[in-house]
């Protein structure tokens, strides 16, 4: 037993403790460093627990929605600033007496009314009316004209503004001025009623050839900036709190239901208690987060080591799960401390989803478990956030069966998105008594949610290109024998084509039985004799007209052609962009046995020599995982099978045992992890399959006369 653990133990080595360690440090500086409430409330619920009293003076913090209505009602009443510019009236009040000079000279000399009047007392009038008209344009832009109309005036929400005039600051109604167009009104009705002799009215007609728009503008600016600051200084001024609990003072009794007022006391009792002890005993607190973070990473070592050792061998699969782990806890840290969005926006079963693909089902739940169990310590309502995100990660998992149909995909996201809506209800309806007390918008999180999830299907090819996996998309796609490779396999080397047709078909109906990736097997039993395309016709398969080429060569050398379509098969694998996982079964197909046939007739033609058997034996490494074993034991039955003269059941019962049997004693098998069990159900597929495909025919026993 100790030396079991001690094996296990070493296939971590330093490099992946460093990179478990690192996401434990990492994960652990997420976590808040304040303390924890001891107790559960919800509003409108009996209170659980023993009679609680005020442990210190604390305020009464105001909600979220009190605070959110005092802010816009000071944003709606706060007066707005605005600056006088004196530049606007000079400039107008210039521009109309040159150009009243000029209609009045036109007026004048157009108006018979007027010819029997003196020049003398025309230029008095003239001078008299310019005055008069001038003193109301000055009057006018003394009090100030805005640029708004009188429509956006009267949408004011409040009638007063401030008036900054150099460096003063001046409390106005709005009434109290004019809009460019009540300021053209004004004039215009002043005018008509100079006070001038009666006699001189006449000289009035002149204001009818008179166009005020010219002189008219807004001299009142909306200080932006001012207001803002302004509006500033109020809002920073809201109180956040309303009352105060003195110590020892009754907060709740046991029993008592959570009414708002007291549930609100008892959320400024949580704040104040969890900012107070963060304070006071940050190193204990985050002494208790390592403890807890330490155990739910222990948690996933001790599963790996047990039921996925391959993922703590392989940096590339164990940096992904530690990516996913830190990934999910950092969107939700910074989500629940900026507080901008609800946390049900966060698609957490999108890891499941992605583990399954790359791995299987059973690392894809723990892995979404240990997450949701880490991100639990971060949010409000933990209980319910963890059972809703549980419930919706099996869901997705049991659901998404086929991740390269995009139909699949959008039928996984439709059951979570409605597992979530129907659990919150159901949450909504026993915390609030009717599912109607829900408002809507946690159904907006969620949709928003599944989409996110949908993008998981464009992720996919980029986790393969930088972790090196392999999904099942890109098996079907490797899996096309149209493929430049497998075509010119074809073409090349048509035996070993048909070959790998059929151990394609034979390993696949095995992993079928047993259990695995029956698309990675498939595509890795086209591929493992592609290094035969280097030398098609030194191969049976592929020789035709009874011609064999080995008849020229001597058996070490012809063995040597037979072991090099291994190497070969790696580089053409390597040349083509083939994924690694396609290469192991090129590399691992033959193990580590002999060309048993060159190797026998080299120890019959050299008897009484010791015959160097490294000549005859294939380099290697032995199958590493359950499909390439598999692979690895249909190439063998079907390459035999083709030797079979007389097929019978009972012959190929008798190949299949005697195959696998030698390749079991040989150790060929011992890193994959395939039990007895299977190699007993992997002999009754293949013997069924062979009986199939050469129609065996059955000895029925002799009929006694």
């Known amino acids: 037993m100790q030396k079991g653990w001690k094996h296990r133990f070493t296939l971590i080595n330093f490099m992946r403790f460093l990179y478990i360690f690192g996401a434990f440090v990492a994960v652990l500086l997420l976590f808040p460093h ?26 009464v913090y105001k909600t979220e929605t009190e605070l959110v209505q005092e802010r816009n009602n000071i944003l709606k009443n706060a007066k707005h600033f605005y600056r006088l510019d004196s530049t606007i009236s000079v400039a107008s009040v210039g521009k109309f007496r040159s150009d009243f000079r000029n209609i009045w000279d036109g007026y004048i000399n157009q108006s018979v009314n007027v010819q029997y009047i003196s020049t003398k007392h025309k230029d008095a009038v003239k001078k008299t009316i310019i005055s008069r008209a001038v003193d109301i344009l000055n009057e006018i832009y003394a009090k100030g004209i805005f640029e708004k109309s009188n429509l956006e005036i009267e949408r004011e929400s409040n009638s007063e503004f401030s008036l900054v005039v150099g460096n003063k600051i001046y409390d106005y109604n709005y009434t ?159 989500v629940v401390r900026k507080d901008v969005f609800n946390i049900y926006i966060i698609p957490l079963v999108i890891v499941p989803i992605f583990i399954k693909t790359f791995f299987d089902s059973r690392l894809a739940l723990f892995v979404h478990m240990l997450i949701i169990f880490m991100i639990g310590f971060l949010v409000p309502n933990s209980f319910e956030f963890v059972f809703i995100n549980f419930a919706a990660g099996v869901v997705a998992i049991i659901s998404l069966t086929n991740f390269y149909r995009r139909g699949r995909l959008f039928l996984t996201v439709s059951l979570v998105y409605v597992t979530y809506v129907l659990l919150h209800l159901g949450l909504v309806t026993v915390e609030e008594g009717t599912p109607l007390a829900e408002k809507g918008t946690t159904f907006l999180w969620f949709a928003i949610n599944a ?19 392999l999904s099942d998309a890109t098996l079907i796609e490797l899996s096309d024998t149209n493929l430049d490779l497998l075509r010119k396999l074809a073409e090349v080397a048509p035996g070993t084509f048909q070959h790998s047709l059929q151990v394609a078909n034979l390993a696949e109906s095995a992993v079928m039985q047993v259990g695995g990736n029956t698309l990675l097997v498939r595509a890795g039993a086209l591929y493992h ?50 994924p690694q996982q396609i290469i192991d079964f090129i590399q691992t197909h033959h193990g580590t046995s002999k060309v048993r046939y060159f190797f026998q007739k080299q120890r019959d033609k050299y008897s009484d020599e010791e015959v160097d058997a490294k000549q005859f034996t294939y380099p290697g490494p032995k199958p590493m995982s359950k499909e390439t074993a598999i692979v690895m034991m249909s190439d063998t039955i079907e390459a035999a099978s083709r030797s079979l003269k007389d097929i019978t059941a009972a012959k190929i019962d008798e190949l299949v045992e005697t195959l696998i049997t030698r390749q079991q004693n040989e150790g060929q098998f011992e890193n994959a992890d395939v039990t007895f069990k299977e190699l007993t159900d992997i002999k009754s597929i293949f013997k069924r399959k ?9 000895e029925y026993p002799k009929e006694s006369n």
């Open 34 to 59: 304040g303390g924890k409430f001891g107790y559960e409330f919800r509003n409108g619920k009996p209170w659980m627990h023993d009679d609680l009293y005020a442990p210190f003076d604390f305020p």
């Open 176 to 334: 109290d001025v004019y809009t460019k167009v009540s300021a053209i009104d004004y004039l215009k009705r002043k005018v008509e009623k100079l006070d001038i002799s009666v006699k001189d009215t006449v000289f009035l007609n002149v204001f009818k050839y008179v166009d005020f728009q010219p002189y008219i503008k807004p001299n009142l600016f909306f200080d932006d900036g001012l207001t803002q600051k302004y509006k500033t200084e109020l809002l920073s001024n809201i109180s956040l709190t309303h009352g105060l609990v003195q110590a020892g003072e009754r907060i709740v009794s046991q029993g008592e239901v959570i009414s708002p007022d007291v549930f609100q006391e008892l959320e400024s009792l949580k704040r104040e208690y969890e900012n107070k002890l963060g304070s006071r005993k940050t190193f204990a607190i985050m002494f208790g987060n390592a403890i807890l973070v330490f155990s739910l990473f222990v948690l996933l070592v001790l599963f790996l080591l047990n039921f996925r050792p391959e993922v703590l061998k392989e940096t590339s699969k164990l940096l992904f799960i530690l990516m996913m782990i830190l990934l999910m806890v950092f969107i939700t840290s910074y």
């Open 690 to 698: 062979l009986e199939n495909i050469y129609h065996a025919r059955i």
């Open 529 to 578: 004799d592609i290094g035969k395309m280097a030398n098609p016709f030194y191969f049976v398969e592929n020789q035709v007209n009874d011609y064999n080429p080995h008849r020229n060569l001597d058996y070490a050398e012809s063995a040597k052609i037979i072991i090099n379509h291994v190497t070969e098969g790696v580089k053409i694998a390597k040349k083509a962009g083939l």
């Open 451 to 469: 989409l996110l999830l949908l993008a998981s299907y464009q992720l996919v090819y980029l986790f393969e290109k930088l972790f090196g996996f």
